[in-house]
């Protein structure tokens, strides 16, 4: 059974400042996405990596994935309050019939 | 954009009642989901759907579960009677080819 886990499961930012959030999921995949999920609403596709090695960028984030290591990363550059929210990765499985969310990292971003 | 929509946004039911949870998927997708997530916890896989019948499903989505696609816009999703423990967001998606999964705002159940 694939087991997704992300790290840390909550993360206090601080403006301008840089971090990373670890996805690890326990069987091979090469098709891993991240959402977005501000509370209440729904869940926001913000990157999709199809093969190892894959690197997106979009404005202050960017998303990896290392399929060897089974690892993606989601960088955040710069902080800004506007990024705090809930951020999801899931992996596809071989037959892209179920995605397997991991916990989820809550993000505040604090002035 | 086109966009998954989600019917009702919020459904106040009986314990034991049956519900029916709406979706229209966006126009040319070909594979369907549904998913749910308790309050403060993960989404968790609920059953995929493509070309009329159901590919996957979870342990989640037992016997008291069945989706159906009525007709070729809605996808549909019913507990027969229901529980406590039911008591959810859920969210349907529906995807095209490697395209990420798309999601609709979700239907926030709550079982008294």
């Known amino acids: 059974e694939l087991k997704v886990e992300q790290n840390p499961l909550f993360l206090s930012m601080q403006e301008k400042k840089n971090y990373t959030i670890y996805c690890n999921y326990s069987?091979?995949?090469?098709?891993l996405y991240w959402y977005r999920q501000d509370p209440g609403k729904s869940l926001e596709s913000l990157f999709v990596?199809?093969?190892?090695?894959a690197v997106k960028q979009e404005g202050r984030l960017m998303a990896s994935l290392d399929t060897k290591a089974r690892l993606s990363t989601l960088h955040i550059t710069a902080a800004v309050h506007d990024l705090s929210a809930t951020y999801f990765c899931a992996v596809d499985s071989a037959a892209g019939n179920k995605l397997t969310f991991g916990g989820g990292t809550r993000v505040l971003v604090k002035p | 954009e086109p966009e998954v929509t989600q019917t009702p946004s919020h459904q106040v039911t009986q314990m034991g009642q049956e519900v029916i949870l709406r979706c229209v998927p966006i126009s040319n997708h070909l594979y369907f989901y549904w998913y749910r997530q308790i309050l403060g916890q993960k989404v968790e896989f609920l059953v995929s759907?493509?070309?009329?019948?159901?590919?996957?499903k979870s342990e989640i989505f037992d016997d008291q579960f069945s989706v159906e696609r009525p007709d070729g816009s809605n996808f549909t999703l019913k507990i027969r009677s229901t529980k406590l423990e039911d008591s959810a967001m859920y969210f349907c998606?529906?995807?095209?080819?490697?395209?990420?999964?798309?999601f609709g705002d979700g239907t926030r159940l709550s079982i008294l």
């Open positions: 998606a529906s995807r095209r080819g490697d395209q990420p999964q798309h």
């Open positions: 069987t091979t995949s090469d098709r």
């Open positions: 759907f493509y070309n009329n019948e159901i590919s996957e």
């Open positions: 990596l199809l093969s190892n090695g």
